[in-house]
């Protein structure tokens, strides 16, 4: 028998350790959520709670056991749920955090009856948002939060909620979603005789190209959206699977670079998931990109019990809450309220973090380069290596690392 040197001991015991790191441990079932519970570990619970602003909230939470925490708030994206955070809870709630990841308005186990395009609009509007979780924190005991950390649609919210309320939010991370800030209002108008410029026609500078095609935010607006993924003819699941994978850094063609400008021809040079085809919807532009069943089987990050947990919470409730959030920042109307904030920045310690394989870190032209004039205390710009779009799961250990290390940062 060949006898083992100490260093190929310790090989041998590190590449064991990292091999049962990266495979999903077994999970008993989790009887205290309400989703999720043959894959949330014990530790994770489920509750619903008035959110003082007119909706019962769905949440998943950690670090639930010991009074006088620190709270952090994690705020999801699009089409994503609480769900999401799943790899952050527990590691976010050993440092000594009390961590709370709602289902946000419009998502969810927050939703009782399907939401409906004419429903009324105002709820999701930007500064009622903000009051789904500041009212959210104060129901659950926390006059102040520690840090609000918010992923693709969730980034904006967190980050006026860092701007609106800088007393209560003590530092913001956006994942995904670069720091914009509030709009900007011209100066010394009122003596100038040239004409306001006119504002530039996307849709229709996009429908005139060779290969006609369209702004995926502008189509998340329409009628039609919900009832294209909801009714997809390949089924939810599938839909989900695919988009999920599309934007992920599985795809390899997911190879962004800043754009030159906001035209029509640099925009187009992104992926069909944010620049479709003019004749296409969200199902049949996904659809295309279908992963096969061998790298779904190779896929740990999203794993068919993982994404049945979505399949099933949008199969009961639709799409269209979470589109509506499309439908505030495509209107004007909605946009007069946030013109009171114009100049204001976010003056809480700010951190941003992406995936180096994302497109929404660039989708913007101009966005993430000038992040630094939105945040006056932007302390970490970072691009995770081998992560897409779902960056809290496709490399959570890095995602949690950063987060750790911004948060112990942020003084009680």
Request: hydrophobic share 40%; proline share 7%.
């Amino acid at each position: 028998m060949e006898r083992m040197t100490r260093r190929q001991i310790l090989g041998g015991a590190g590449a064991l350790l990292a091999s049962t790191l990266a495979r999903p441990a077994a999970t008993a079932r989790n009887g205290d959520v309400e989703y999720g519970r043959d894959t949330l570990p014990a530790g994770i619970r489920s509750r619903r709670v008035d959110n003082n602003n007119g909706l019962t909230m769905h949440l998943l939470e950690a670090g639930f056991d010991t009074p006088g925490r620190r709270c952090v708030v994690l705020l999801h994206g699009f089409p994503e749920l609480a769900y999401t955070w799943r790899h952050q809870l527990l590691p976010l709630a050993a440092a000594g955090f009390h961590v709370i990841a709602p289902d946000l308005r419009g998502y969810g186990r927050s939703v009782s009856t399907a939401v409906a395009f004419d429903d009324d609009l105002l709820p999701y509007s930007v500064l009622n948002r903000v009051s789904d979780i500041l009212g959210l924190a104060r129901a659950l005991g926390h006059e102040r939060v520690a840090g609000v950390v918010g992923h693709d649609w969730g980034g904006p919210t967190a980050q006026w909620c860092a701007l609106v309320r800088p007393d209560v939010f003590q530092s913001v991370i956006t994942l995904s979603t670069p720091f914009f800030g509030p709009p900007a209002l011209p100066l010394r108008t009122m003596n100038s005789s040239a004409a306001p410029a006119e504002p530039v026609d996307m849709q229709k500078q996009l429908a005139a190209l060779a290969r006609p095609r369209k702004h995926y935010f502008d189509y998340c607006a329409t009628r039609e959206a919900n009832d294209n993924m909801r009714h997809a003819p390949q089924g939810v699941h599938d839909l989900l699977r695919a988009l999920y994978y599309f934007k992920s850094a599985d795809f390899k063609g997911n190879k962004p670079f800043p754009l030159k400008s906001w035209s029509a021809a640099e925009l187009a040079k992104m992926p069909t998931y944010y620049i479709m085809d003019l004749d296409k919807g969200m199902a049949e532009t996904v659809a295309a990109e279908m992963p096969s069943g061998a790298q779904i089987a190779a896929c740990q990050w999203l794993t068919e019990q993982d994404l049945a947990v979505y399949a099933a919470e949008y199969i009961r409730t639709g799409f269209q809450g979470g589109l509506n959030y499309y439908r505030i920042g495509s209107d004007p109307r909605y946009e007069a309220e946030l013109n009171s904030f114009s100049g204001r920045t976010i003056d809480v310690p700010a951190s941003f973090i992406g995936g180096d394989s994302e497109w929404a870190v660039y989708q913007s032209p101009g966005a993430f380069e000038s992040m630094r004039t939105v945040c006056t205390h932007l302390r970490g710009v970072h691009l995770v290596a081998q992560a897409g779009h779902s960056i809290p799961e496709e490399q959570p250990r890095q995602v949690n690392r950063l987060l750790l290390g911004f948060l112990r940062g942020i003084p009680s």
